[in-house]
């Protein structure tokens, strides 16, 4: 299906998707009035024998004292000779939320000594960023001689592909990972870096290249789920509008689940490990010689078959108690069903939670299911997808593009084209306020100790949870939540600053309180982010009241319905609205 013309002004955009064990960078020169067309970084250091390969494994080789070394598949290659080094893999899942990795019993690889994950994070995309930079360097955009990164090094915008489950925490992190590698200047960042979640990208990548057009019309469903390294997401959307522009949004909440190839891996892993314990075989170097096989070989090609797969041990060595045969270990058929049934059930279980949850109507017509990413080429996956689907009349399409990245490559298409027009919320968003103090109400009575006075002289309770959007809820890319507030003193009010608390919750009918009687968060309530504004452009306006007290009018704007969660400060001037930005300050990733 064509993505139809880009409209807007000429600029350069690099996409990155940072997966758990594969990452690519794509790019776009955009010109107003044509067709958007991504370019992926085809050739990475390290890996002369991948040439004409976009994907590179997701690895850095520090030394002892915390510096990075290697990169790559160079940084993998010939490990028995680095010595005194340590190998950051699967760092990843050390930004995953704690609530997802408790969820899937996660077990990151521990970090080399010395080295933060946002250190890990910043060391990476520098060098991502310096390879690109040198391929961008030798390439001539249009009719000038002059290369794209001399024309677009000052201006051109970053658009990093993130896993559905990821939110303001995750992006606090990889902003500050985007300065220190130097690929953007503190001041500018929050203008020219953009997130997108991994499905949306995906959908975008699989509009560019599946062909949709045969069926997609308007008030149609569809489902596309990004099968990727360590997450798998899956988005069910509405069609609103095919013509004269294409129009999607969300139907319900994305899922997002830990079950992508990494942790396939790790169920091999367990098992070599168990099978393989007290014996010759049981040594760290001949393990991950077998998981690497395991992961490059075995897994890629098996199908469900009952003959199961060959794994190299990387030795010659016969020991048939272990069905190792000249160095080879054979897995049964039963073996790589254990190794496969997790993750398959999680991510056919996640589908079912968003069909049901989307309100499929019941038609002839069958809903379509879209897989992309890189455990969706899984023989195994589609087979057991296939038949598990189609018993519920969901016909499962394949975009297959084995040498290409759908979420690095669809970051530049939707930074171009952005079709999704309306997103459903992840959880329920609110703040929290006062209630008034009613004696005879047995709940007040039970919370009586955490009574306090206000600055109108009312007992008011504390902890109250005012909720902005709720959880499913869909909304408009450019529609705004207000929350009115208002501030009165005394004396005459400090500019320095305001800010206001965001806190929310899984549940999607959340709870009147988020504050118990101890003033502690009621269990599956959080804190969000906290939204800081600058107020000085109210003192040149204000005027004192008839009993010399001072009030201030405004509101916070929050915009829930983009990628990126951001917000205004507005108030009124001279019968004018006017609007000034708010930061939005994530917490620390625990």
Partial sequence: MSLGEYRGEEQLVIGMDLGTTMSAVSYSHLRDGEEPRARLIMKWPGQPAAAGDCKLPTLVRYDAEGKALLFGRAAQLNEEKQENTHLAKWFKLWLHPSTMRTEFNLAPPPLPPNVTVNDVYADFMAFLFTHTRE?????????????????FKSTFALCLAIPNGWDQAQQYVLREAVVKAGILPLDEVASRLTFVTEAEASVHFAIAHADIGTWLRDDSMFLVTDAGGSTVDTV????????????????????????????????????????????????????????????????????????????????????????????????????MEHIFKGPLEEIANSIDRAVRRAGRRQSEDPLRLLTVGGFAESAKLRSFLDERLSAHNILLITVDE????????????????????????????????????????????????????????????????????????????????????????????????????????????PGHWAIDANFDLEPGFEHACTLKAD??????????????????DFSVEVFFGRTMLCANLAWTEDSQVRKGPVAVIANSVR
């Avoid at 290409?404 to 609110?430: I, L």
């Fill in 402 to 509: 084995p040498t290409k990245k759908a979420a690095a490559e669809g970051a530049v298409y939707w930074y171009a084209k952005k079709f999704v027009v309306a997103r459903a919320a992840r959880k329920s968003y609110g703040v929290l306020c006062d209630e008034s103090y009613l004696r005879s109400l047995p709940e007040h009575q039970a919370r009586s100790n955490a009574v306090c006075t206000d600055d109108d002289g009312r007992q008011v309770l504390p902890g109250r949870f005012s909720c902005l959007v709720a959880k499913n809820q869909v909304i408009q890319n450019d529609s705004c939540t207000k929350i009115p507030y208002y501030h009165t003193s005394r004396g005459k009010p400090d500019f320095r600053g305001f800010q206001v608390n965001l806190f929310c919750t899984d549940d999607e009918n």
């Fill in 535 to 552: 107020m000085s452009g109210f003192e040149r306006t204000l005027q004192p009241l008839a009993d010399s007290s001072w009030r201030i």
């Fill in 236 to 335: 069910a959307y509405k069609c609103t509008s095919v013509s004269p522009k294409l129009m999607l949004t969300e139907a319900t909440s994305s899922e997002c689940v830990q079950a992508g190839s990494a942790i396939v891996d790790q169920a091999a892993d367990q098992l070599f490990r168990s099978k393989m314990h007290q014996s010759q075989f049981d040594e760290a170097e001949t393990l991950e010689t077998m998981l690497n096989d395991f992961e490059q070989n075995a897994k890629r090609e098996y199908d469900g078959s009952n003959d199961g797969v060959v794994v190299k041990t990387g030795t010659n060595v016969t020991d048939k108690t272990r069905n190792v045969t000249k160095g080879r270990l054979r897995l049964s058929g039963d073996e």
């Fill in 135 to 151: 391929c961008l360097e030798g390439t001539v955009g249009g009719n000038v001689r002059d290369s794209l990164w001399t024309r």
